[in-house]
């Protein structure tokens, strides 16, 4: 598994542990499950689910060059998950326990030199959120698109526009969404430099 650079990353240029994927993929369904994730910048790693009454856990089977050359080195260890009541009263929410900190993440991040998966907290060096890179001219035009993108696939899934006579709950969240991108919209073109407005014809 190739090692990232030391400059700043973003969370979307890093690999990344999801715990929502894991759900996704069925790994915390059964009491063992078996398998093997890859990214697209070329990592990949083995990972197995050990879920029972006494203990749950991940483990995470890899390798790496130390400095990109040199022999390798491998990886193996175990990653601990818990659970806390949701807050909707539906169930426990479940979370990984970061190898590093000890503190609860949804997401873990194998970056800046770290030869573990850790939480951000867990890194001196902070990793910034795609939106905190972001120009002031550049924020509402990233953020239209992040959120045109979630429109696109919640339409996708939307059957019905009612249930009872009630807008259902994916209409629902199609609408907030919509509603932000429109802002996100105006915003962008707002702050557009006077000159490049009037060739648009925006005033």
């Known amino acids: 598994m190739g090692r990232?650079?030391?400059g700043a990353v973003t969370t979307g240029e890093v690999t990344r542990l999801e715990l929502s994927y894991l759900l996704k993929q069925g790994y915390l369904?059964?009491?063992?499950?078996?398998?093997?994730?890859?990214w697209t910048n070329g990592s990949s790693i083995q990972i197995s689910s050990s879920i029972d009454d006494d203990e749950k856990y991940i483990r995470v089977s890899y390798s790496f060059r130390e400095g990109g050359d040199g022999e390798p080195i491998q990886k193996d260890y175990k990653i601990y998950l818990t659970s806390v009541p949701s807050n909707l009263?539906?169930?426990?929410?479940?979370?990984?326990?970061?190898?590093?900190s000890g503190r609860r993440a949804r997401i873990l991040?194998?970056?800046?030199?770290?030869?573990?998966f850790r939480?951000?907290?867990?890194?001196?060096?902070?990793?910034?959120?795609?939106?905190q890179q972001s120009s002031k001219l550049n924020f509402h035009n990233?953020?239209?698109?992040?959120?045109?993108?979630?429109?696109q696939n919640c339409r996708g899934k939307s059957r019905k526009a009612t249930y009872q006579g009630k807008p259902t709950r994916l209409r629902e969240r199609i609408a907030y969404l919509k509603a932000k991108q429109d802002y996100h919209d105006y915003m962008r073109w707002k702050i557009l430099p006077k000159a490049m407005q009037k060739h648009f014809h925006f005033i």
Do not use: H
């Open 4 to 6: 990232a650079s030391t």
């Open 119 to 131: 939480c951000r907290q867990a890194y001196s060096i902070r990793i910034y959120y795609q939106c």
């Open 89 to 100: 009263g539906k169930g426990d929410v479940p979370y990984f326990i970061c190898p590093s």
């Open 29 to 38: 369904k059964n009491s063992f499950t078996f398998g093997r994730m890859s």
């Open 142 to 151: 990233d953020r239209y698109w992040k959120l045109d993108k979630e429109l």
């Open 109 to 116: 991040y194998l970056c800046y030199g770290s030869q573990s």
